[in-house]
């Protein structure tokens, strides 16, 4: 990968290393975003997330972006990819996080298909999955129109790990599992141009749309 740092067209996407700590802390003061991130945030936990992220790009040339304005550099949210175990394969996950402020603005769109062209355009083809309640419409709106058509399966997980299945110990709670499989690229589809300075077009031209 050339650059961890990406430019969508309203947002520059930043790498989250050890020292992005006290940003993370910032958005679960948001009551959109504590609202789905479980667990309260304390400073032993963003501390704890910071170094697990900066060890996934130093090891898989992957991780989650911490998403600001790109003029004014405001930071509205936090998204990317990661690895997890999914029904016993490893799998690539996007997930986001907006401030709730900017909600309905097409932002998590715009992480969300910043991390498919790293998945599909610079890692190569591969199954790609993103998870959600069930009763989360607005994430699943968002997933259907970042990947344009999708395979769904609804299945019992942890609250706190969706990629667990329903043999979990704890409690299960619904989550649908959103994936592209790794020969349906949706030809037309235009996903973000990466590189510093890159402006993307967030046009999808594939009749999935």
Do not use: N
């Amino acid at each position: 990968m050339a650059s961890a740092e990406r430019w969508t067209k309203r947002l520059r996407l930043e790498p989250i290393g050890r020292d992005s700590a006290d940003r993370l802390l910032e958005l679960p003061q948001d009551p959109g975003v504590a609202a789905w991130d479980g667990d309260a945030w304390t400073e032993e936990r963003a501390a704890s997330f910071a170094a697990t992220v900066a060890e996934q790009w130093a090891r898989d040339g992957v991780g989650k972006w911490l998403a600001y304005d790109r003029e004014g550099s405001r930071l509205v949210g936090r998204g990317g990819l990661s690895y997890v175990e999914l029904l016993g394969r490893r799998q690539l996950e996007v997930g986001w996080a907006i401030r709730e402020q900017r909600w309905g603005r097409g932002l998590a769109t715009e992480i969300g298909r910043a991390a498919l062209h790293v998945a599909f355009d610079e890692l190569g083809p591969q199954q790609v999955v993103a998870f959600t309640e069930v009763h989360s419409i607005a994430s699943r709106r968002v997933m259907h129109r970042a990947w344009g058509r999708t395979t769904c399966r609804t299945f019992a997980a942890r609250a706190s790990s969706p990629a667990a299945t329903s043999s979990a110990t704890t409690p299960p709670s619904p989550c649908t599992a959103f994936g592209v499989p790794a020969d349906d690229r949706l030809p037309g589809r235009q996903v973000p141009p990466v590189g510093t300075g890159a402006v993307a077009p967030t046009s999808v031209t594939s009749s999935s749309r």
